[in-house]
């Protein structure tokens, strides 16, 4: 992009200055020795500060005598024929893999035999087991082990994620919507100059072409938004846990390992991992549980949090989730959040006690098979979503609740 100033057509008219909303222009006389901010009827020619230029075009318009030239540079994708292939960014942690990680093998799989090519799984980390992903359905396994990977940074999760890319040149890119999946596959889509479709719920190939098709809810779910990248590559997306099914395990199924080594200078981390402290406060990580209790503002305090785990307790592969403003009280952890800035959760069961339902904390359970919601408002925006709604005080509501659930259990 270059903007320029026509000498022979400045008149120093100031249009120029009046229209330019970043103050990015001044006029000066014509022997180009005084710069002032001020303009007078006798200077001549309007200059471009460069720093402070946008390139938004308000000056080409508002100049009459067509003293102002920009010209933009024709953007050109890339040669999007030599990539080939399907990777999914396994998650390994603390010596397992994340379920979520066979779950994008199996769509991976679908994507990968429609478009007639392999499928690649990358994993990052300390003692990989290199085999699992195979018997999963990859056909490939790029493993990148070493100490100072044990603990996930992404600075150096990114930069090696980047260089296999560029060694390998893969057409589509797939990584969980977790914690780990959203902090560096967002700083490699930047520094591959490619895009990157986050939370998608579904994958499709565009028929006629090689185009990913990233299927995930917008504004608050109201519409689903088909994202695509024709021009670059690799298509890069995550996608939401528990959305697709992992195929069925086969030790049988046999595939190639290719271990790859990298230097400290990939390696090397601004962060440094004091420590891992696990969480104790459930057994069951929130993004696979089959049954989710959640509570918000309603709850009306820590204490009152007492209670969701007791029926948890209740409940076979149940978590007890949160709405970000019971986090923010300092009511619950942060793992427990649920939401846009928090984790994204489809499990069978959803119960939101004394939630009201704001966009955000929808964004990350509105997939749930049956969103069960208590709260004392009847118009509260949670209802909308909701399969059952009950209208009532969730104190009255979770002791019932909790007394049915042990009579079942006995």
């Known amino acids: 992009m270059r903007i320029r100033i026509v000498e022979e057509r400045c008149v120093g008219c100031v249009l120029c200055m009046e229209a330019c909303p970043f103050g990015a222009i001044k006029l000066i006389d014509k022997e180009h020795e005084l710069v002032l901010e001020k303009p007078k009827r006798a200077l001549k020619l309007a200059v471009i500060d460069m720093e402070k230029c946008t390139f938004c075009g308000a000056c080409v318009s508002a100049c009459q005598f067509g003293a102002i030239e920009m010209e933009k540079e024709e953007k050109r994708g890339m040669e999007v024929g030599e990539y ?36 690649v799984c990358v994993v990052l980390g300390k003692g990989i087991d290199e085999h699992e992903p195979i018997y999963y359905g990859a056909d490939k396994v790029i493993v990148v082990d070493h100490p100072s990977l044990e603990n996930f940074l992404p600075e150096p999760y990114s ?14 890119i797939l990584a969980p919507s977790t914690t780990q999946g959203r902090a560096f596959l967002s700083r490699a889509a930047v520094m ?46 995550t996608a939401r846990p528990r959305v697709f099914k992992p195929l069925p395990r086969d030790e049988n199924r046999k595939g190639e390992v290719i271990r790859k080594e990298f230097g400290e200078d990939l390696l090397a981390s601004r962060v440094k991992v004091i420590s891992f402290v696990k969480d104790t406060t459930t057994t069951v990580k929130l993004e696979e549980a089959d049954v989710i209790v959640s509570g918000g ?4 305090g820590p204490e ?60 990350g359970m509105q997939t749930s098979d049956v969103i069960i919601a208590v709260n004392k408002d009847p118009e509260a925006p949670i209802f909308r979503i909701a399969d059952i709604g009950v209208v009532a005080d969730l104190f009255e509501v979770i002791p019932v609740l909790k007394k049915k659930l042990e009579s079942l259990n006995a």
């Open 192 to 237: 591959l100059k490619t895009g990157l479709t986050a939370d998608c719920t579904e994958f499709q190939i565009e028929e006629g072409t090689r185009n990913l098709i990233q299927i995930r809810p917008a504004f608050g779910g109201s519409i689903m938004a088909r994202i695509k990248t024709p021009r670059h590559r690799p298509q890069m997306a």
């Open 304 to 363: 009152n949090f007492k209670l969701l785990f007791e029926l948890s307790e209740l409940i076979p592969n149940s978590a007890v989730g949160a709405s970000r403003v019971a986090v923010d009280e300092g009511w619950i952890g942060y793992s427990h959040q649920v939401g846009q800035t928090g984790k994204t959760v489809a499990p069978k069961v959803y119960f939101a006690f004394g939630i009201s339902g704001a966009i955000q904390h929808l964004a």
């Open 84 to 119: 080939k292939g399907v990777w999914v960014v396994g998650e390994f942690v603390h010596g397992e893999y994340d379920k979520v990680t066979f779950e994008l093998l199996g769509k991976g799989r679908e994507l990968a035999d429609t478009l007639g090519t392999e499928l």
């Open 297 to 300: 503002r309603g709850m009306k």
């Open 159 to 172: 930069k090696i994620l980047v260089e296999l890319v560029k060694e390998y040149k893969p057409e589509i």
